[in-house]
C-alpha cells in the first residue's frame, strides 16, 4: 500500500461554518454524503478498469465506512492516532484477492517440489484513482458547500418550526 497524502486547500470556512452552525453528528453526516457520493466517481472508474474473469471482482468494488478485519488491522498500522471525523475506503469488499489482481504475483517454490506459479499485475485502482483524482477532489470541495449551506438552511427551518409551536 503506498500512502499518498491529499489535502484540500480553501476549506477553512466551510469547516468554521459545519462547527458554528451544525452538531457534531450531522457535521459528520454531511462529510459521509459528500464523500461517498465523489468517491463513487472513482470506483465507478475502478469497476470499468477491472478484469472480468467472472466479474466478481468489479461487482465487489464499493464505498464503505468499515473495514474487514485483517484490513482494520492493516489501516491502523498506516494511519497515526488521530481520530478523523469520517474515514471512508473505497475498493473490493471482503475479496482476500483483490491485491494479488492489482499487483501480481511472484512464483513460490514449495517444500514438496511444487509450485505456485505467477500472476501477472493487472492494474485498476491505482489507473483508477490517477484518472479520477482530480474529479473526486473536486467534487469534494463542490459539494462539501452545497451539503453544508442545505443542511444549515434544513437545520434552521426545523428549528423555526419548533420555535414557533
Do not use: N
Amino acid at each position: 500500500m503506498s500512502r499518498q497524502p491529499v489535502s484540500v486547500e480553501g476549506l477553512a470556512d466551510l469547516e468554521k461554518m459545519m462547527v458554528e452552525h451544525l452538531p457534531k453528528s450531522t457535521g459528520r453526516g454531511v462529510l459521509r454524503r459528500v464523500g461517498t457520493a465523489a468517491l463513487k466517481i472513482f470506483v465507478e472508474r475502478a469497476r470499468d478498469l477491472a478484469p472480468r474473469a467472472s466479474g466478481d471482482l468489479a461487482e465487489s468494488l464499493a464505498v464503505s465506512t468499515r473495514l474487514d478485519p485483517r484490513q482494520r488491522r492493516d489501516h491502523r498500522k498506516l494511519v497515526s492516532d488521530d481520530k478523523a471525523a469520517v474515514e471512508l475506503f473505497g475498493g473490493a469488499a471482503a475479496l482476500p484477492h483483490a491485491h494479488l489482481v492489482e499487483f501480481g504475483t511472484v512464483e513460490r517454490h514449495l517444500a514438496s517440489g511444487g509450485s505456485t506459479g505467477t500472476m501477472p499485475a493487472q492494474p485498476f485502482m491505482r489507473p483508477a484513482w490517477d484518472a479520477t483524482r482530480d474529479a473526486v477532489l473536486d467534487d469534494i470541495a463542490d459539494g462539501l458547500g452545497r451539503e453544508i449551506a442545505a443542511t444549515v438552511a434544513r437545520r434552521a427551518k426545523r428549528l423555526a418550526r419548533k420555535a414557533g409551536r
